[in-house]
T-cell receptor, first 115, second 110 residues
């Protein structure tokens, strides 16, 4: 299994530009999570999808952030317009929704720098 | 609300044993996870506890006391490659959402 795939791995952009991050979850997993990690705030959950439906988006910082999951194998996180304080590592993770011992598997992350 | 506390940093010597503590106060509880994260990499799963007691997996063990809202990760025979951050995470209901602690950065010295 290829694991969770994220693209791009690195993104450098200028303030005000639109940024789109992409994620392909592990095949067969029906839960998908977007996280943001910074030194100051640690690992924060932004949004959580189950069976392609957003379940909890309370962690999305503001209206500049939006996420979609058009099908079971693809999700996007968009920031428009981007600001320097959005600079962070963005992780996508997936899991099955069977609970129990089933854990979340993280992608390699996208390192975003907004200048 | 959710509150998960771990020490920010710890230092230990190669070959020694180290215990990383985690305390939590959550609105519900449905399992506690430990993840390891090397610098510049993604978190990877280490252990899972849902019942009280000790779960052992090689050099790593994890303990849970639900009544005390407390867990620890025990690393034995420390190796230099164990230098990493260790994240405690609680699943607080029957769903799959995890709330993460701030992580403990462990430095293993020769």
């Amino acid at each position: 299994d290829a694991g969770v795939i994220q693209s791009p791995r690195h993104e450098v952009t200028e303030m005000g530009q639109e940024v789109t991050l992409r994620c392909k979850p592990i095949s067969g997993h029906n839960s998908l999570f977007w996280y943001r990690q910074t030194m100051m705030r640690g690992l924060e959950l932004l949004i959580y999808f189950n069976n392609n439906v957003p379940i909890d988006d309370s962690g999305m910082p503001e209206d500049r952030f939006s996420a979609k999951m058009p099908n079971a194998s693809f999700s996007t996180l968009k920031i428009q317009p981007s600001e320097p304080r959005d600079s962070a590592v963005y992780f996508c993770a997936s899991s099955s929704s069977d609970g129990g011992r089933e854990t979340q598997y993280f992608g390699p992350g996208t390192r975003l720098l907004v200048l | 609300g959710q509150n998960i506390d771990q020490p920010t940093e710890m230092t230990a010597t190669e070959g020694a044993i180290v215990q990383i503590n985690c305390t939590y106060q959550t609105s519900g509880f449905n399992g506690l996870f430990w993840y390891q994260q090397h610098a510049g990499e993604a978190p990877t799963f280490l252990s899972y506890n849902v019942l009280d007691g000790l779960e052992e997996k090689g050099r790593f063990s994890s303990f849970l006391s639900r009544s005390k809202g407390y867990s620890y990760l025990l690393l034995k025979e420390l190796q230099m490659k164990d230098s990493a951050s260790y994240l405690c995470a609680v699943r607080d209901n029957a769903g799959n959402m995890l709330t993460f602690g701030g992580g403990t950065r462990l430095m293993v010295k020769p």
